[in-house]
């Protein structure tokens, strides 16, 4: 059995944790990629525990609730288009969630976290590609003893902008719906340091019913793939309803 703790710095929606970064603290309990299923938000400053099954998954539960589940995967392979952080950082902030934000205090997203809290990832259509992205230079607190970022934040680096990416291609009306992350699958080929002049890319993967799907991938400053992830989103009516809402089926 281990605990798991999400710290208030790293919320997604108010009073719960940010998918991304849940996803991969629990991706953390296996060893390479992993495929995380939230199957409802994760709360903040709350002890939960994880414990393996019969059948080589990890279940998270809050008490006798089952929170979420995760089980090694194969490694995602994408093809990554490419985006110069000259491009990246033309389109910052230019996604028309930006207008109106859902979660403005989002850890990875929001543009109410001041630098050096949260991660101000901010993407943007790259015009005449179907590709959202984003610059983003890790700061020193979400790096370990050695420099490098942590693996989860790796993840909820790579969560907002395939959101963004798949909200906006499917046209969804903002005003009225939300979406929450459902399921991602990630596998890290790197880490990059603190500092590093990265950029995150994203791009719509289509959509099912209340489903909506992208990849996405962080780029490092040698424009090596250092992170690629396929993700589901479940739409939710606006504002996003109670926390016993399932997210994933």
Avoid at 223 to 241: G, M
Wanted: glycine share 12%; with cysteine.
């Amino acid at each position: 059995m281990t605990e798991l703790y999400f710290g208030r710095r790293f919320c997604g929606p108010p009073g719960v944790a940010n998918g991304g970064f849940a996803c991969g603290s629990i991706a953390a309990l296996h060893d390479g990629a992993a495929e995380v299923t939230l199957r409802r938000p994760l709360p903040l400053e709350r002890l939960l525990a994880a414990r393996p099954d019969d059948h080589g998954a990890v279940l998270v539960l809050d008490g006798d609730t089952l929170l979420a589940e995760s089980r090694p995967a194969a490694p995602v392979e994408l093809a990554v288009p490419a985006v110069s952080l000259d491009e990246a950082r033309a389109v910052a902030g230019q996604s028309r969630y930006y207008a109106d934000p859902v979660f403005p205090a989002c850890f990875a997203c929001g543009m109410g976290r001041r630098p050096g809290d949260g991660l101000r990832i901010f993407p943007g259509p790259v015009a005449g590609r179907a590709l959202w992205a984003a610059p983003w230079t890790p700061d020193p607190s979400v790096a370990s003893a050695d420099g490098s970022v942590r693996p989860e934040v790796v993840w909820a680096a790579l969560d907002c902008p395939g959101g963004l990416a798949a909200a906006e291609a499917s046209g969804l009306a903002q005003e009225d719906t939300a979406i929450l992350l459902g399921r991602m699958t990630a596998s890290l080929a790197g880490l990059p340091l603190a500092g590093d002049q990265c950029r995150v890319v994203a791009w719509p993967g289509g959509r099912d019913g209340r489903k909506l799907i992208a990849g996405s991938a962080l780029i490092g400053p040698g424009d090596e793939v250092l992170a690629a992830a396929l993700a589901v989103w479940v739409t939710v009516p606006r504002p996003v309803p109670a926390l016993a809402a399932e997210v994933a089926s």
